[in-house]
C-alpha cells in the first residue's frame, strides 16, 4: 500500500505498525476512521490480542474431568462437586501500580473481582503476588505502601477477603513492581453466565458508572515499555470506587438469579469496544450501540473518547427481549445505572451510532480473532551457561550457620508478611479457616463440608537461571503449598510477567518458561483455566527478572482436616519428607549472604513430586499429620523456623542428615538452607510415626524422622554437632519486625 | 426469637452475622433493606460492619439518614437490644444513639487481626453471660476505630460504667501495648444510658465456631437470647 490515511506518527501513537494498519484496511475493505483507528488500536495491543504469547500459549493443558470453563472466558472455572464449581483468575495490574502504586493496585482488585462476578460467582477470597524492588530504596518503600493501602483499600470496603500470597523483593523489580490478583468466587454450575450475546434483537445494557475520559488507552499503555516520560502517562490509570463495585456485584448476583439474562461481560481494559466486540464475536453475532446513551460524567466527549474509555465499575449486559423492565428494577434498587445502548444484531459486525450517524462498523471477528498473531523470533541469550555456575571465586567469607540463619529470617523475601497482610481485612465472610501468613490460604465452601486451598508462587530467580526450570517449579509449588493444606491441586490459573517480547531473549524466555509450565501442569493433573499476560515490563530497556506466577486451587472434601502450617503442640515428632539434596543456585541464601544470583535451580522430578503431593492430601484426610510446611526459599532451616513461628514460642530440636552434595560452597550451608524441590516438613503424633512412614515408603516419598517440638528454642544439629541453636521467640521478632523496620524508615 | 439484620447497601458483615445467628445459634434472622421504615417483628437489631454509603465522607455519616434508622431509634427508645458491629458501631455514633466519634487508627492503617477484648460490665443484655474481667479473644479489622469522646462525656461514660470493652492483653492488662487503633481509654465498645445499646468495634459474629479460631464471640449473641427469654427488655412489638 503506497498511501496510508494517517501520517506515521498517528499510528505509532496508535502502538499500530504499518503492516497492521495494511491489514486492518484489508479487513475493512477501505481506510480506517480515526474512531475505528483506536478501536483496532486497543484490541489489537498486546494486552488485548496476546499476538505475542498466543502461538506459545496454546500449548497449555486446558483440558480435564473438572474442568467446567477453560480459557477465553472472563475466569475459568472448575467443579468442586455438590453441583457447585469455583470460578477463579489471576490478572496483572503492573504498570498502572508503578504510575500510581494506590490507585494501580486498588483497580487491578477491582477488575478481578468483575471478572469473577460476570461469570454469576459471588467472590469470596483474593490473594496477591507481589514483586517489589529492594526495601533500601525510598521509592520502593513508598509503592509497597502504595500498594498494600490500595490492595486493602478496594478489597476491604467491598468486603472481599484477601486471604493470602506472596511477596518477593528483587533490584530487578525496583523499575516495574508487579501486582497480580487472584480472584475466586463460588457459582452454582448450571448459573454460570458467559461473556457471550445472543438472539438479534435482543437488548444491550450498560450498568455501573459512567464514562469519564479516564484510562483512555490504558491496554496500549499496558503493551509499552517505561521511560523517563513516565509522569506523562498518569491520566490513561483509573481511579476505584468500590462503594460503586459493590452495588455493581450485589446487582448482577441478584440480577442472575432471574433468567432474563444472556450474557454479561465487564468493561475492563479497552473498555466499551473490548465488551461489545468480544462478546459479539463469541457467540457470533453483531452489535449496535449508540454513544449518545452511555451515561456520561464529562462533557463533550468524542465517539472515539467513549470508546476507549477505561472509567472503573462499569458493565455490558445482554438481556433477553421482554425482560427489560424486571432488570431495570434490580438496577433500581441498588441505585445504578441501567441504560439501554443498543441490541444485538445478525449481521456480526459491531456499529457504532453517535445518534443518527453511524461513526464505526467493523465485524466482530476482524477486532478479536482476526488480530494478528506473532511467531517472535527467539533466541537464548548468552552466557546462560556461565550463570549456571557458582563461583568459588565470587563467595564472601562463610558467615556461620547461626549468622546466616538470623540473616535469612530478616531478608524481606522470607520475613514476616504481617506488616502487610495485618491490612488487608482477611476474615469478612467467616469462611477463612487458615489464617494468612504463608503457604496456601483455605477458604470453607458454606453449606457443604468442602474448602478450597488457594496459593500463588512464583520465583523469578529460579526462572531467570532457567525458564523451563524455573516455570516447572512454580506450578510445582503452588500445588504443594495447597497439598500442605491438605487439598487435592485441581485447577490453575496464570500471570506470566515478561519483558519486551520483541526482544528475542525475552520471547525465549517466555517460550521455555510455557514449556516448562505446560510439562508441570500436565504432570500434576492441574489444567490452566485462564489467565493473563503481562509483558513490557521493562524500564529503559532493563527487564524484570522473568516471572511466570502460578495460582492453584485445591479441594478439601472435609473442611475441618484443613492442616495447618505451625507445629500445634510439643512433644510431637518432625519428620522430612523428600530428599536434601544441597542445592544452592538461584537460593536466597546465595543472594543474601554473598550477594550472587547464580547456579542452577533445583532440580523437579514431577513424578515424584506427584506422589509427595498425593501422600500429603491423603495423611491430612485420615488425619494422621498434625500441620504441613513446604520448604522453599531459605531451605530446610527456614521452613523448621516458620513451623516454630506463631504458635507463641513453641520450639523445635533436629537433627539432619548431611545433604547429598555441599552444593558448590558449603556442606552445612547446603544442608540447611539449600532449595531442593519436593519437601516437606510435617509434625505426626509419636503413637503414629510408624505408620506415617510406612505410607511414605509406599508412596516412594523418601522420608524420615528428624527431631521433635518442645522447649522455647530452635536446634539444628548436623550428623549431631549443633551449628543453629536460636531462642525462638528471639529469632521470631526478627522475623517479623523485618519489615516494618525498613518501612518505617523515613524517606532519606 | 428473631433478629434484625440491617443491610444498607456497603454492608458487608450482614451475611457473618446472618450466619451466626441463624446457623450457629439456630435463631430466626431476617435482612431488613436500609430502605425500608420497619423492622418488623424484630427482638433483637444488629446494624452490621461494612462501609454502608462507601463512606468516603465519614464512616457511617450517610447511613444516619436511612429510613430504617428511624424504626432503630424508636426500637432503642422503647428499650430494645441493639448491637452496633464495628461499622455499625459507627453508625450509631453518627446517628446520636451513642456519644463519641471515630478517629482514624492511630498509625493510620487498617488493622485485621485477633486481640483481647475485656469485658468491663455485665450489666447489659449483650454481656450477661460473660464473667467481669474476662478476656475475650475477637478479630477486629477496622482504619477508623480510635473512640474519641470530649473529656466530660468520656468522664460520663466511665461514671456511669458504660464502657462494656476494652482493649486488653490476654492476661487482662489494660495499656498501650493492647491497644491497636489509640482508642481513649482503650474502649472497645460502650453503651447507652438505657444499657440497651451496645456498640463495639471487634466483630464477635467472626469468632462463633472453632474453626475460625476462637467461639468468644457467642457470648454476646447467647447473652441477649438469655436476656429475651428472661423476658427483661422490652422491644420494638
Given at each position: 500500500m503506497s498511501t496510508r490515511a494517517f501520517a506515521p506518527e498517528v499510528l505509532e501513537q496508535h502502538g499500530l505498525t504499518p503492516e497492521e494498519y495494511d491489514r486492518i484496511v484489508e479487513l475493512l475493505g477501505r481506510e480506517p476512521n480515526l474512531t475505528e483507528l483506536g478501536m483496532f488500536s486497543v484490541m489489537w495491543s498486546e494486552h488485548c490480542s496476546y499476538k505475542s504469547s498466543r502461538v506459545h500459549l496454546k500449548t497449555l493443558p486446558t483440558k480435564g474431568a473438572r474442568v467446567l470453563q477453560g480459557p477465553g472466558e472472563n475466569a475459568g472455572a472448575v467443579d468442586i462437586g455438590d453441583g457447585l464449581a469455583a470460578v477463579f483468575k489471576i490478572e496483572s495490574h503492573n504498570h498502572p501500580s508503578f504510575i500510581e502504586p494506590y490507585q494501580g493496585a486498588a483497580t487491578g482488585v477491582g477488575g478481578i473481582i468483575r471478572d469473577i462476578f460476570t461469570m454469576g460467582a459471588r467472590p469470596i477470597a483474593l490473594l496477591d503476588s507481589l514483586r517489589f524492588g529492594p526495601l533500601t530504596d525510598a521509592r520502593t518503600r513508598r509503592i509497597v505502601k502504595g500498594v498494600v493501602a490500595g490492595i486493602g483499600g478496594y478489597g476491604n470496603s467491598i468486603g472481599i477477603p484477601t486471604v493470602g500470597g506472596e511477596v518477593m523483593f528483587d533490584e530487578s523489580y525496583r523499575g516495574n513492581p508487579l501486582v497480580n490478583v487472584f480472584c475466586l468466587g463460588i457459582a452454582k454450575q448450571n448459573e454460570i453466565i458467559r461473556g457471550q450475546a445472543s438472539g438479534p434483537g435482543n437488548p444491550v445494557y450498560y450498568v455501573g458508572a459512567k464514562t469519564g475520559r479516564d484510562g483512555i488507552h490504558g491496554a496500549t499503555m499496558a503493551s509499552a515499555e517505561f521511560d523517563d516520560r513516565l509522569e506523562e502517562k498518569r491520566p490513561a490509570v483509573q481511579v476505584g470506587d468500590p462503594f460503586m463495585e459493590k452495588l455493581l456485584l450485589e446487582a448482577c448476583l441478584e440480577l442472575m438469579k432471574t433468567d432474563a439474562c444472556v450474557g454479561m461481560q465487564d468493561m475492563g481494559a479497552a473498555g466499551l469496544t473490548c465488551a461489545t466486540s468480544e462478546t459479539g464475536s463469541r457467540g457470533g453475532v453483531g452489535i449496535e450501540v449508540d454513544v449518545r446513551l452511555v451515561p456520561q460524567r464529562e462533557t463533550g466527549m468524542t465517539p472515539y473518547e467513549i470508546m476507549l474509555s477505561e472509567s472503573q465499575e462499569r458493565m455490558l449486559i445482554i438481556v433477553k427481549r421482554g425482560r427489560e423492565a424486571e432488570v431495570e428494577q434490580i438496577f433500581e434498587k441498588w441505585d445504578l445505572h441501567a441504560v439501554k445502548i443498543g441490541e444485538v444484531t445478525a449481521d456480526g459486525l459491531l456499529r457504532v451510532r453517535d445518534g443518527g450517524t453511524v461513526v464505526a462498523e467493523i465485524p466482530n471477528l476482524a477486532l478479536t480473532d482476526e488480530a494478528p498473531v506473532y511467531r517472535r523470533p527467539i533466541q537464548e541469550p548468552e552466557g546462560m551457561a556461565a550463570l549456571r555456575q557458582i563461583p568459588r571465586n565470587g563467595l564472601k567469607p562463610l558467615p556461620s550457620a547461626e549468622e546466616a540463619f538470623l540473616a535469612l529470617l530478616e531478608a524481606p523475601t522470607i520475613a514476616s508478611k504481617r506488616w502487610i497482610y495485618r491490612q488487608y481485612d482477611h476474615m469478612v465472610r467467616t469462611n477463612t479457616i487458615v489464617l494468612t501468613g504463608l503457604g496456601a490460604a483455605v477458604v470453607r465452601v458454606k453449606g457443604t463440608n468442602r474448602a478450597l486451598a488457594m496459593s500463588v508462587d512464583g520465583n523469578g530467580r529460579y526462572v531467570y537461571l532457567d525458564p523451563r526450570q524455573g516455570a516447572r517449579l512454580a506450578v510445582a509449588e503452588a500445588a504443594r503449598n495447597v497439598a500442605c493444606a491438605g487439598g487435592l491441586p485441581i485447577g490453575a490459573t496464570n500471570c506470566l510477567n515478561f519483558g519486551n517480547p520483541e526482544r528475542p531473549e525475552i520471547m525465549w524466555q517466555f517460550a521455555e518458561a510455557i514449556a516448562g509450565m505446560g510439562e508441570a501442569c500436565r504432570a500434576l493433573d492441574t489444567p490452566i483455566t485462564g489467565g493473563n499476560v503481562s509483558l513490557y515490563n521493562e524500564t529503559d530497556g532493563t527487564a524484570i527478572l522473568p516471572t511466570p506466577v502460578v495460582g492453584i486451587v485445591g479441594l478439601l472434601e472435609d473442611a475441618s482436616k484443613a492442616l495447618a502450617r505451625?507445629?500445634?503442640?510439643?512433644?510431637l515428632d518432625i519428620v522430612l519428607f523428600g530428599a536434601n539434596l544441597g542445592e544452592l543456585g538461584g537460593s536466597e541464601y546465595l543472594l543474601t549472604l554473598h550477594g550472587l544470583l547464580r547456579g542452577q535451580p533445583p532440580v523437579l522430578d514431577l513424578e515424584r513430586e506427584r506422589a509427595l503431593q498425593q501422600l500429603l492430601v491423603r495423611l491430612a484426610a485420615d488425619g494422621l499429620i498434625r500441620s504441613a510446611q513446604d520448604c522453599a526459599e531459605g531451605g530446610l532451616a527456614v521452613a523448621l523456623a516458620e513451623c516454630c513461628f506463631d504458635t507463641g514460642g513453641l520450639g523445635a530440636a533436629v537433627d539432619l542428615a548431611p545433604a547429598a552434595s555441599d552444593g558448590g560452597v558449603d556442606l552445612v550451608a547446603a544442608t540447611l538452607f539449600g532449595e531442593s524441590a519436593s519437601r516437606v516438613i510435617v509434625s505426626v503424633e509419636p503413637a503414629a510415626t510408624a505408620a506415617v512412614l510406612e505410607a511414605a515408603a509406599r508412596a516412594g516419598v523418601p522420608a524420615a524422622r528428624i527431631g521433635t517440638t518442645g522447649g522455647d528454642r530452635i536446634r539444628i544439629a548436623v550428623e549431631g554437632t549443633t551449628v543453629v541453636d536460636v531462642d525462638v521467640r528471639q529469632a521470631e521478632r526478627a522475623w517479623s519486625s523485618a519489615i516494618g523496620r525498613q518501612l518505617d524508615t523515613p524517606v532519606a | 426469637m428473631t433478629f434484625a439484620v440491617v443491610v444498607f447497601p456497603g454492608s458487608n458483615c450482614d451475611h457473618d452475622s446472618y450466619h451466626a445467628v441463624r446457623h450457629v445459634l439456630g435463631h430466626d434472622a431476617r435482612f431488613v433493606w436500609h430502605k425500608e421504615a420497619s423492622l418488623g417483628n424484630a427482638d433483637v437489631v444488629i446494624l452490621p460492619g461494612g462501609f454502608s454509603h462507601g463512606d468516603y465522607l465519614r464512616t457511617g455519616a450517610i447511613a444516619r439518614f436511612s429510613p430504617v434508622m428511624k424504626a432503630v431509634a424508636d426500637f432503642a427508645a422503647a428499650g430494645g437490644p441493639v448491637l452496633g458491629i464495628c461499622n455499625g458501631f459507627q453508625i450509631l455514633l453518627e446517628a446520636g444513639l451513642l456519644p463519641g466519634a471515630m478517629l482514624r487508627n492511630r498509625d493510620v492503617r487498617f488493622h485485621c487481626e485477633h486481640v483481647g477484648v475485656r469485658v468491663e460490665q455485665t450489666d447489659t443484655p449483650f454481656t450477661a453471660r460473660c464473667r467481669q474481667g474476662r478476656v475475650l479473644n475477637i478479630p477486629i479489622a477496622h482504619g477508623e476505630g480510635n473512640y474519641y469522646a470530649p473529656p466530660e462525656v468520656l468522664e460520663t461514660l466511665e461514671r456511669e460504667r458504660r464502657v462494656i470493652f476494652r482493649y486488653a492483653t490476654a492476661d487482662g492488662r489494660v495499656g498501650p501495648e493492647a491497644n491497636p487503633n489509640g482508642s481513649l481509654n482503650n474502649i472497645a465498645g460502650i453503651c447507652n444510658e438505657g444499657r440497651n445499646v451496645v456498640g463495639l468495634m471487634p466483630h464477635p459474629e467472626r469468632a462463633c465456631e472453632p474453626m475460625l479460631g476462637s467461639t468468644d464471640g457467642l457470648l454476646l449473641f447467647e447473652s441477649v437470647v438469655d436476656a429475651l427469654t428472661a423476658g427483661a427488655l422490652g422491644g420494638g412489638r
Amino acid at each position: 500500500m503506497s498511501t496510508r490515511a494517517f501520517a506515521p506518527e498517528v499510528l505509532e501513537q496508535h502502538g499500530l505498525t504499518p503492516e497492521e494498519y495494511d491489514r486492518i484496511v484489508e479487513l475493512l475493505g477501505r481506510e480506517p476512521n480515526l474512531t475505528e483507528l483506536g478501536m483496532f488500536s486497543v484490541m489489537w495491543s498486546e494486552h488485548c490480542s496476546y499476538k505475542s504469547s498466543r502461538v506459545h500459549l496454546k500449548t497449555l493443558p486446558t483440558k480435564g474431568a473438572r474442568v467446567l470453563q477453560g480459557p477465553g472466558e472472563n475466569a475459568g472455572a472448575v467443579d468442586i462437586g455438590d453441583g457447585l464449581a469455583a470460578v477463579f483468575k489471576i490478572e496483572s495490574h503492573n504498570h498502572p501500580s508503578f504510575i500510581e502504586p494506590y490507585q494501580g493496585a486498588a483497580t487491578g482488585v477491582g477488575g478481578i473481582i468483575r471478572d469473577i462476578f460476570t461469570m454469576g460467582a459471588r467472590p469470596i477470597a483474593l490473594l496477591d503476588s507481589l514483586r517489589f524492588g529492594p526495601l533500601t530504596d525510598a521509592r520502593t518503600r513508598r509503592i509497597v505502601k502504595g500498594v498494600v493501602a490500595g490492595i486493602g483499600g478496594y478489597g476491604n470496603s467491598i468486603g472481599i477477603p484477601t486471604v493470602g500470597g506472596e511477596v518477593m523483593f528483587d533490584e530487578s523489580y525496583r523499575g516495574n513492581p508487579l501486582v497480580n490478583v487472584f480472584c475466586l468466587g463460588i457459582a452454582k454450575q448450571n448459573e454460570i453466565i458467559r461473556g457471550q450475546a445472543s438472539g438479534p434483537g435482543n437488548p444491550v445494557y450498560y450498568v455501573g458508572a459512567k464514562t469519564g475520559r479516564d484510562g483512555i488507552h490504558g491496554a496500549t499503555m499496558a503493551s509499552a515499555e517505561f521511560d523517563d516520560r513516565l509522569e506523562e502517562k498518569r491520566p490513561a490509570v483509573q481511579v476505584g470506587d468500590p462503594f460503586m463495585e459493590k452495588l455493581l456485584l450485589e446487582a448482577c448476583l441478584e440480577l442472575m438469579k432471574t433468567d432474563a439474562c444472556v450474557g454479561m461481560q465487564d468493561m475492563g481494559a479497552a473498555g466499551l469496544t473490548c465488551a461489545t466486540s468480544e462478546t459479539g464475536s463469541r457467540g457470533g453475532v453483531g452489535i449496535e450501540v449508540d454513544v449518545r446513551l452511555v451515561p456520561q460524567r464529562e462533557t463533550g466527549m468524542t465517539p472515539y473518547e467513549i470508546m476507549l474509555s477505561e472509567s472503573q465499575e462499569r458493565m455490558l449486559i445482554i438481556v433477553k427481549r421482554g425482560r427489560e423492565a424486571e432488570v431495570e428494577q434490580i438496577f433500581e434498587k441498588w441505585d445504578l445505572h441501567a441504560v439501554k445502548i443498543g441490541e444485538v444484531t445478525a449481521d456480526g459486525l459491531l456499529r457504532v451510532r453517535d445518534g443518527g450517524t453511524v461513526v464505526a462498523e467493523i465485524p466482530n471477528l476482524a477486532l478479536t480473532d482476526e488480530a494478528p498473531v506473532y511467531r517472535r523470533p527467539i533466541q537464548e541469550p548468552e552466557g546462560m551457561a556461565a550463570l549456571r555456575q557458582i563461583p568459588r571465586n565470587g563467595l564472601k567469607p562463610l558467615p556461620s550457620a547461626e549468622e546466616a540463619f538470623l540473616a535469612l529470617l530478616e531478608a524481606p523475601t522470607i520475613a514476616s508478611k504481617r506488616w502487610i497482610y495485618r491490612q488487608y481485612d482477611h476474615m469478612v465472610r467467616t469462611n477463612t479457616i487458615v489464617l494468612t501468613g504463608l503457604g496456601a490460604a483455605v477458604v470453607r465452601v458454606k453449606g457443604t463440608n468442602r474448602a478450597l486451598a488457594m496459593s500463588v508462587d512464583g520465583n523469578g530467580r529460579y526462572v531467570y537461571l532457567d525458564p523451563r526450570q524455573g516455570a516447572r517449579l512454580a506450578v510445582a509449588e503452588a500445588a504443594r503449598n495447597v497439598a500442605c493444606a491438605g487439598g487435592l491441586p485441581i485447577g490453575a490459573t496464570n500471570c506470566l510477567n515478561f519483558g519486551n517480547p520483541e526482544r528475542p531473549e525475552i520471547m525465549w524466555q517466555f517460550a521455555e518458561a510455557i514449556a516448562g509450565m505446560g510439562e508441570a501442569c500436565r504432570a500434576l493433573d492441574t489444567p490452566i483455566t485462564g489467565g493473563n499476560v503481562s509483558l513490557y515490563n521493562e524500564t529503559d530497556g532493563t527487564a524484570i527478572l522473568p516471572t511466570p506466577v502460578v495460582g492453584i486451587v485445591g479441594l478439601l472434601e472435609d473442611a475441618s482436616k484443613a492442616l495447618a502450617r505451625v507445629f500445634p503442640a510439643e512433644g510431637l515428632d518432625i519428620v522430612l519428607f523428600g530428599a536434601n539434596l544441597g542445592e544452592l543456585g538461584g537460593s536466597e541464601y546465595l543472594l543474601t549472604l554473598h550477594g550472587l544470583l547464580r547456579g542452577q535451580p533445583p532440580v523437579l522430578d514431577l513424578e515424584r513430586e506427584r506422589a509427595l503431593q498425593q501422600l500429603l492430601v491423603r495423611l491430612a484426610a485420615d488425619g494422621l499429620i498434625r500441620s504441613a510446611q513446604d520448604c522453599a526459599e531459605g531451605g530446610l532451616a527456614v521452613a523448621l523456623a516458620e513451623c516454630c513461628f506463631d504458635t507463641g514460642g513453641l520450639g523445635a530440636a533436629v537433627d539432619l542428615a548431611p545433604a547429598a552434595s555441599d552444593g558448590g560452597v558449603d556442606l552445612v550451608a547446603a544442608t540447611l538452607f539449600g532449595e531442593s524441590a519436593s519437601r516437606v516438613i510435617v509434625s505426626v503424633e509419636p503413637a503414629a510415626t510408624a505408620a506415617v512412614l510406612e505410607a511414605a515408603a509406599r508412596a516412594g516419598v523418601p522420608a524420615a524422622r528428624i527431631g521433635t517440638t518442645g522447649g522455647d528454642r530452635i536446634r539444628i544439629a548436623v550428623e549431631g554437632t549443633t551449628v543453629v541453636d536460636v531462642d525462638v521467640r528471639q529469632a521470631e521478632r526478627a522475623w517479623s519486625s523485618a519489615i516494618g523496620r525498613q518501612l518505617d524508615t523515613p524517606v532519606a | 426469637m428473631t433478629f434484625a439484620v440491617v443491610v444498607f447497601p456497603g454492608s458487608n458483615c450482614d451475611h457473618d452475622s446472618y450466619h451466626a445467628v441463624r446457623h450457629v445459634l439456630g435463631h430466626d434472622a431476617r435482612f431488613v433493606w436500609h430502605k425500608e421504615a420497619s423492622l418488623g417483628n424484630a427482638d433483637v437489631v444488629i446494624l452490621p460492619g461494612g462501609f454502608s454509603h462507601g463512606d468516603y465522607l465519614r464512616t457511617g455519616a450517610i447511613a444516619r439518614f436511612s429510613p430504617v434508622m428511624k424504626a432503630v431509634a424508636d426500637f432503642a427508645a422503647a428499650g430494645g437490644p441493639v448491637l452496633g458491629i464495628c461499622n455499625g458501631f459507627q453508625i450509631l455514633l453518627e446517628a446520636g444513639l451513642l456519644p463519641g466519634a471515630m478517629l482514624r487508627n492511630r498509625d493510620v492503617r487498617f488493622h485485621c487481626e485477633h486481640v483481647g477484648v475485656r469485658v468491663e460490665q455485665t450489666d447489659t443484655p449483650f454481656t450477661a453471660r460473660c464473667r467481669q474481667g474476662r478476656v475475650l479473644n475477637i478479630p477486629i479489622a477496622h482504619g477508623e476505630g480510635n473512640y474519641y469522646a470530649p473529656p466530660e462525656v468520656l468522664e460520663t461514660l466511665e461514671r456511669e460504667r458504660r464502657v462494656i470493652f476494652r482493649y486488653a492483653t490476654a492476661d487482662g492488662r489494660v495499656g498501650p501495648e493492647a491497644n491497636p487503633n489509640g482508642s481513649l481509654n482503650n474502649i472497645a465498645g460502650i453503651c447507652n444510658e438505657g444499657r440497651n445499646v451496645v456498640g463495639l468495634m471487634p466483630h464477635p459474629e467472626r469468632a462463633c465456631e472453632p474453626m475460625l479460631g476462637s467461639t468468644d464471640g457467642l457470648l454476646l449473641f447467647e447473652s441477649v437470647v438469655d436476656a429475651l427469654t428472661a423476658g427483661a427488655l422490652g422491644g420494638g412489638r
